[in-house]
């Protein structure tokens, strides 16, 4: 397991470590919220970012993903949608 995504989960797994995710659907995010979630206060409560939705179009997520990217350091996981 190379990438830094899998190393952190082998760690999470292997020491029963407790994490929290949370969830942003590139349909629905705002620059707003992201400054919000990724402020301080809240960004320490949380370990992993989940990028994903039931519907997801490319040009949604690139966009979403860039903003991430700028605003934390921490995993980031995609999560597919409607399989169709």
Same mark, same amino acid.
């Given at each position: 397991m190379g990438?830094?995504? /899998?190393?952190?989960?082998l760690h999470m797994v292997q020491t029963s470590e407790r994490v929290l995710a949370v969830v942003i659907d590139p349909q629905k995010w705002? /620059?707003?919220h992201l400054d919000l979630?990724?402020?301080v206060e809240f960004s320490e409560l949380f370990h992993w970012v989940l990028i994903g939705g039931s519907t997801v179009d490319k040009g949604e997520l690139r966009?979403?993903?860039k903003e991430v990217r700028a605003r934390t350091d921490k995993p980031i996981l995609?999560?597919?949608?409607?399989s169709e």
């Open positions: 990438s830094k995504v /899998a190393r952190n989960l705002t /620059a707003e979630l990724f402020s966009p979403c993903i995609l999560f597919p949608g409607d």
